[in-house]
């Protein structure tokens, strides 16, 4: 496999280039601090506009789909641009992340005529409303209620860590539709509005100060049959499918923090050449690691691509980039704020993509070692589905959901 650009992607690549640099000085910020929450996102949601006029929101999809039939690579090509600067993406990240995709999987064409392009452009935000109290890892554990009422269903319950719930105008919701048969044989896959009477959403305030996480519940929200996402009680080959998007949308070395090359620069300008810099023995061995790191994420995600374009969809084995991203994420932010001492703490002048930030890298570290399955869950997927060894002991796995405890 030669990573190298081909003639056409270098071609493609300056185009983007050059795109990009046109939009920074509008879009692209030096520091989010200053801005309230709302500008942020009224700004990023013309830049997505903008993004999606020129076909660059869902690159690999047809024209006709609102993308610009390109090819896996550009879509790599285009994100590792974009990367570079500071633009206030973030607000759609989930939702172009799993719900689009699955929409444009299980919803009818009439629907995906309404909503895909809207969620495109950045004019409509949607959310994952899958997690609740008692169901994280273990989805097939979730409780919230859809009782089959006319053409409608009504919900009932609460889900949890629902990102940009708040800001979201419909999500993808997982419910219990049968309790009377196994765990995941009762579960039905729908997608609500989020304006619904009887939906309340709270804001959960984190440590490092975002209120990104919601809680929300459900108390008679009527949902019509016709938002249902795949068969009655067969919720879970839905929901897989979308943990399946979601472990390869967290794959991509985006993911992974700070790119070698940009911290290299920062480090030298931080740390100079000598003892206690880029000749220091402990530093050196700690770029290593994340050179081999860096380069096993780039190469994995470049296989995962070739497999796309040849028109897999994605599999289990993202799992092991997501669990390689997150762990180098959080041990090369760490490295970086111990190799500048107290001050690495601050650096206000520090001005880089949000990407590169390795503080923020720190701060978000731990959750996305969490985030789209925590280390553990993609340890068993690794083992079960793709390395084939026996299952996790799963003593409720046949018994009625109802019975257990
Ligand atoms: C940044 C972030 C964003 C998120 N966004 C969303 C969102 O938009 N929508 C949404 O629905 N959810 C979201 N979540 C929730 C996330 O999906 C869950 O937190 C995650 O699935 C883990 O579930 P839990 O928190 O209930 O932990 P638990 O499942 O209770 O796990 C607790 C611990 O037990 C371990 N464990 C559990 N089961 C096993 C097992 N069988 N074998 C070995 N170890 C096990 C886990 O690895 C973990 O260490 C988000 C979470 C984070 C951190």
Not at 42 to 69: D, V
Not at 299 to 305: D, M, P, S
Not at 334 to 341: H, K, L, T, V, Y
Not at 360 to 371: D, F, N, S, T
């Amino acid at each position: 496999m030669d990573f190298d650009d081909t003639p056409e992607e270098a071609e493609f690549r300056l185009e983007v280039r050059s795109w990009l640099a046109e939009q920074a000085s509008a879009y692209s910020l030096k520091s989010f601090d200053d801005l309230s929450f709302e500008r942020q996102l009224s700004l990023g949601r013309e830049f997505q506009a903008r993004k999606a006029e020129r076909g660059y929101a869902k690159i690999t999809w047809t024209q006709e789909l609102g993308g610009m039939g390109g090819t896996p690579m550009q879509a790599v090509i285009y994100e590792q641009e974009e990367e570079k600067y500071n633009f206030p993406t973030v607000f759609f990240a989930i939702s172009l992340g799993m719900p689009i995709p699955v929409m444009r999987r299980f919803a009818t064409e009439a629907q995906q005529q309404r909503y895909l392009k809207p969620a495109l452009r950045g004019e409509e935000v949607w959310c994952q409303l899958f997690s609740e109290p008692s169901a994280g890892s273990d989805l097939g554990g979730i409780r919230l209620k859809a009782v089959r009422d006319g053409d409608d269903w009504v919900l009932n319950g609460q889900k949890i860590w629902t990102s940009y719930a708040h800001i979201s105008d419909f999500g993808i919701i997982v419910t219990r539709t049968d309790p009377a048969v196994a765990k995941h044989k009762g579960m039905t896959f729908f997608f609500v509005d989020m304006k619904s009477p009887g939906i309340e959403v709270r804001q959960i305030k984190q440590a490092a100060g975002g209120g990104e996480f919601c809680e929300v519940f459900f108390s008679d929200v009527r949902v019509p049959d016709g938002n249902r996402l795949g068969e009655i009680n067969a919720g879970w080959s839905v929901a897989i499918a979308t943990l399946m998007e979601e472990r390869f949308a967290v794959t991509d070395a985006a993911g992974g923090g700070a790119q070698l090359e940009d911290t290299m620069h920062f480090l030298r300008r931080e740390l100079g050449e000598g003892d206690g810099g880029l000749d220091d023995p402990c530093v050196r061995e700690k770029i290593a690691d994340w050179y081999i790191a860096e380069s096993g994420i780039n190469n994995f995600y470049a296989r995962l691509l070739t497999g796309l374009s040849q028109g897999q969809l994605p599999g289990p084995e993202a799992a092991l980039s997501k669990i390689v991203i997150a762990r180098k994420l959080q041990a090369q932010s760490a490295d970086i704020m111990d190799f500048c001492g107290p001050a690495g703490a601050i650096y206000p002048d520090f001005q880089v993509s949000r990407a590169n930030d390795y503080r923020i890298a720190w701060l978000e570290a731990a959750g996305y070692r969490i985030a789209g399955g925590t280390d553990e869950i993609l340890k068993n997927t690794i083992a079960e589905r793709v390395l084939g060894l026996p299952g996790d002991i799963r003593v409720d796995k046949d018994i009625p959901f109802e019975e257990l405890k």
